[in-house]
């Protein structure tokens, strides 16, 4: 059971990780040209 659950959290920080980090490399490039 530990196991199961120690990986399902891995698997969710590894997903949030790839979503901030892309988050931030469309905001970075994209942003100045949105805000006018």
Do not use: C, H, W
């Amino acid at each position: 059971m530990k196991n199961d659950n120690t990986r399902e959290l891995v698997e969710l920080s590894l997903y949030a990780a790839l979503i901030i980090v892309t988050i931030q490399f469309i905001r970075i490039p994209f942003g100045p040209q949105f805000v006018r």
